[in-house]
Each structure stands twice: as C-alpha cells, then as structure tokens.
T-cell receptor
Framework: AQKVTQAQTEISVVEKEDVTLDCVYE???????LFWYKQPPSGELVFLIR??????QNEISGRYSWNFQKSTSSFNFTITASQVVDSAVYFC???????????FGSGTRLLVRP | KAGVTQTPRYLIKTRGQQVTLSCSPI?????VSWYQQTPGQGLQFLFE???????NKGNFPGRFSGRQFSNSRSEMNVSTLELGDSALYLC???????????????FGPGTRLLVL
C-alpha cells in the first residue's frame, strides 16, 4: 500500500525563521515520484517541486530547499528566512510509476507571523 | 499560457439534486484528473482521463462520474447529492505527449460545492 505522512499538522514561526516541513512516504514500488504543493487560502494547489525515485540529489530554489532520503523514505521541505507570504497549507504527494493518481499527505498548515 | 480553469467556482445545491462541474486543462495537456478535498478526508483522487478514456478511478461510489471530450475538456457529475459531498473539487491537467504516470499535475482553482 502507498501512503504519505505529514506528522506536523500546524507550524507557527516568526518571520525570518527557518522552517522544515516533514514528509514520510511508503511504497514498495521502485519507480515513484514525489511532489510538494502549496495551497494558499484561495484554494488552488500550486506546484513546487517534482522528484523521481532515482534522483536523490537535494534541490535548492531560492529560499526553498528539499532533502530527499530514500534510506528513511523522507522528502523534507525547508523554507529559509520565512516570509508572511509563505503562510499556506503545504502538501506532500506520492505517485507510483504504474498509476496516474497522486496520493496526498494530510498537509501541514504553516503560519508565518510578522 | 493560461492555467487550468474550472467552472463554476461556487455552487450551492440541495440533497438529492445532481451537479456537473467543468474543467478546461492547460492548452496542449491531454490528461485531466479530479480530486475531492474535505476537512475530514483530505485530498482524495476521484478519476483520471486521457484521450477521452478513463484510466484510473478512485474509491468513490457510482454517483460520481466523469467524462472527457475530444478537446481534452472534462466534466464530472455527481448525482443524488448527499450532505457529505460538500467539498472543494479540484481538477488537474498534465501530459503534453504520452501523459505517463509521474508527470506533474497542475491544478485549477477548484469548485466549492455546498450541499444543503
């Protein structure tokens, strides 16, 4: 069975703090894809990153960075120097190679206070 | 390029009625997926269409159905609405070519359905 766990329901930080959102996934497939999406209050899911199971390189995009570790089945997301505009719900999702659906975690609500 | 568009954005229905939601994918995308988001169940996959064919279906009752047209636009229909169908319904598109598994799905703004 495939599953995504985001254990942190809600995180509150003060602006400029660094924050890490955890994501742990379960799958027996060797080919799979991991995603992060941001959902602001408007409701639309905004794509942030896609990673396949064969690429364990960490990625940095501006203030965002992602740490993919197959050994611990984790795909964590770090925001450096957080800003109020980062406040949103963040979802981690899994797609296995033989399916067309995304399996989402329950999401982490991030509140960045000024 | 325009993003995924969904209509209507908001809808209020009563129990027992039926509803049709529409989704226009990003130009050139041929795969359309639908998801239901509720506070209790989170984001759940409904179904996925590619070239007018349903390739994947989630665990939802038969009251939930969908279709895709030759221009890749998709509709989903919910018949005999129940209170529990109140949710945000999100459509996503992907796949400019073969639209294989693992391609990035780009989401629309969603349709908020309230069933009274």
């Amino acid at each position: 069975a495939q599953k995504v766990t985001q254990a942190q329901t809600e995180i509150s930080v003060v602006e400029k703090e660094d924050v890490t959102l955890d994501c742990v996934y379960e799958t027996r497939d060797t080919t799979y894809y991991l995603f992060w999406y941001k959902q602001p209050p408007s409701g639309e899911l905004v794509f942030l990153i896609r990673r396949n199971s064969f690429d364990e390189q960490n990625e940095i995009s501006g203030r965002y960075s992602w740490n993919f570790q197959k050994s611990t089945s984790s795909f964590n997301f770090t925001i450096t120097a957080s800003q109020v505009v980062d406040s949103a719900v963040y979802f981690c999702a899994l797609n296995i190679g033989s399916s067309y659906k995304l399996i989402f975690g329950s999401g982490t609500r991030l509140l960045v206070r000024p | 390029k325009a993003g995924v568009t969904q209509t209507p954005r908001y809808l209020i229905k009563t129990r027992g009625q039926q509803v049709t939601l529409s989704c226009s994918p990003i130009s050139g995308h041929r795969s359309v997926s639908w998801y239901q988001q509720t506070p209790g169940q989170g984001l759940q996959f409904l179904f996925e269409y590619f070239s007018e064919t349903q390739r994947n279906k989630g665990n939802f009752p038969g009251r939930f159905s969908g279709r895709q047209f030759s221009n890749s636009r998709s509709e989903m229909n919910v018949s005999t609405l129940e209170l529990g169908d109140s949710a945000l319904y999100l459509c996503a598109s992907s796949g400019s070519l073969a639209a294989g598994a693992g391609e990035t799905q780009y989401f629309g703004p969603g349709t908020r359905l309230l069933v009274l």
